[in-house]
């Protein structure tokens, strides 16, 4: 369950930004992000291209030791990390501390294999959200749990923690992980699951690369269908808030919950299932570029008992990809600058 608060500006020119923010879209953040949006689009085919080789992944992953092996020859006097630069990651934080460290470049960007029969999928680390929705919806599959932000990658939601709807039911990201093949810092390859190098799979998850390079992931996958049936239940009062947010995620016939407080006493609790048949004009696509942002949406539903919607399934995955969440309703100037860009990408 997540809490949206109003933000009170600091200062007149907050305000004017703020309460007439208009004016600076229109004619000055529209602009920029459209070459700024023709910018990334760009690096991202330039990045995929470069080091798109689903046939080469044991040449790939030789790469990485070699570097690895290079590093102790070198005499281990900084410590490794990876090349990924900050620009390419979802969090704002700028890495200042690989400056002065020892990079190693993962560019590893394949999804690899889909084992029908097994119901695994295997991938690199830098497979995108974006990327597994795009590829595996189409073919009527997905997995478990799939955090929304389109560009959180394998290795990030390994390594780090990942998140979503569905973890009531199926835990965390590392819930629905099979295996892993890592790079360690004596150059060795090593592949671990639940029954081969346990402690190694356990250790994994969150370790934040200080135990390995990650180089493949084998991830669960589980039949899609074409749409989320979403209802929106507006809930008043703190305490009524966590119990039925605790009822429903207690109900085995909800695939999905999720809760958003937007004040101490006004909430709205989503509940959701896959469906191929959708009722007739109850088909929501709010991915659209001209739909209110996700978070808004829900807000609306407020005043209104409860509702259901037929929401595409890749819109709900990314449901909060163009607003990341309501971190656009203005945290300060400069995040709202950065995030505005993001929206208007
Ligand atoms: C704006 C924003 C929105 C978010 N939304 C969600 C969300 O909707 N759901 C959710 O679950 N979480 C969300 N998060 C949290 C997010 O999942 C974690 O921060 C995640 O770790 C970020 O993934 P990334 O792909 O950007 O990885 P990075 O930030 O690049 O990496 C995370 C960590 O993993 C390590 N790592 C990555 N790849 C490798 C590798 N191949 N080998 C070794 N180590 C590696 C990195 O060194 C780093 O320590 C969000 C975070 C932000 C900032």
């Known amino acids: 369950m997540a809490t949206t608060m109003a933000y009170k500006p600091k200062g007149i020119f907050e305000y004017i930004l703020i309460k007439y923010r208009w004016i600076f879209v229109c004619f000055f953040l529209l602009p920029v992000s459209f070459v700024y949006d023709g910018l990334m689009h760009l690096r991202n085919w330039i990045v995929f291209r470069l080091n798109s080789a689903p046939d080469q992944h044991t040449t790939k992953v030789e790469r990485v030791q070699k570097q690895v092996l290079d590093w102790i020859e070198s005499g281990r006097t900084r410590r490794m990390c990876t090349a990924r630069p900050g620009w390419q990651t979802v969090s704002f934080r700028r890495p200042a501390y690989?400056?002065?460290?020892?990079?190693?470049?993962?560019?590893?960007?394949?999804?690899?294999?889909?084992?029908?029969?097994?119901?695994?999928?295997?991938?690199?680390?830098?497979?995108?959200?974006?990327?597994?929705?795009?590829?595996?919806?189409?073919l009527g599959w997905t997995i478990p749990v799939l955090p929304e932000i389109d560009d959180l990658t394998i290795g990030g939601l390994v390594m780090g923690t990942g998140i979503e709807s569905t973890?009531?039911?199926?835990?965390?990201?590392?819930?629905?992980?099979?295996?892993?093949?890592?790079?360690?810092?004596?150059?060795?390859?090593?592949?671990?699951?639940?029954?081969?190098n346990h402690e190694l799979f356990e250790s994994v998850p969150w370790s934040y690369g200080t135990l390995g390079f990650l180089t493949a992931v084998e991830i669960?996958?589980?039949?899609?269908?074409?749409?989320?049936?979403?209802?929106?239940?507006?809930?008043?009062?703190?305490?009524?808030?966590?119990?039925?947010?605790?009822?429903?995620?207690?109900?085995?016939?909800?695939?999905?919950?999720?809760?958003?407080?937007?004040?101490?006493?006004?909430?709205?609790i989503m509940t959701g299932n896959l469906t191929d048949t959708p009722e007739h004009n109850k088909v929501n696509s709010i991915?659209?570029?001209?739909?209110?942002?996700?978070?808004?949406?829900?807000?609306?539903?407020?005043?209104?008992?409860?509702?259901?919607?037929?929401?595409?399934?890749?819109?709900?995955?990314?449901?909060?990809?163009?607003?990341?969440?309501?971190?656009?309703?203005?945290c300060n100037v400069s995040d709202f600058i950065h995030s505005s860009l993001f929206f208007y990408s």
């Not at 590893?108 to 590829?135: A, C, F, H």
């Not at 992980?177 to 060795?188: A, M, P, T, W």
């Not at 659209?288 to 037929?310: C, D, Q, T």
């Open 220 to 268: 669960m996958m589980v039949p899609a269908k074409k749409y989320v049936r979403l209802k929106y239940e507006a809930v008043n009062g703190c305490a009524t808030m966590v119990e039925e947010f605790e009822k429903a995620s207690a109900d085995p016939g909800n695939e999905f919950v999720e809760g958003i407080m937007f004040s101490e006493n006004q909430g709205v």
């Open 167 to 196: 973890s009531h039911k199926h835990g965390l990201f590392q819930h629905i992980c099979v295996s892993y093949e890592l790079v360690l810092c004596d150059g060795s390859v090593v592949k671990c699951t639940k029954d081969e």
């Open 287 to 330: 991915g659209n570029w001209y739909k209110p942002w996700f978070f808004v949406h829900v807000r609306n539903m407020l005043g209104r008992e409860s509702a259901i919607e037929y929401i595409p399934l890749r819109d709900y995955y990314h449901r909060h990809t163009r607003s990341i969440f309501w971190e656009l309703q203005v």
């Open 98 to 138: 690989k400056g002065s460290l020892h990079q190693i470049d993962v560019n590893l960007v394949d999804i690899l294999e889909i084992d029908y029969e097994r119901k695994v999928l295997r991938v690199e680390p830098m497979v995108t959200m974006g990327q597994l929705t795009s590829t595996l919806n189409p």
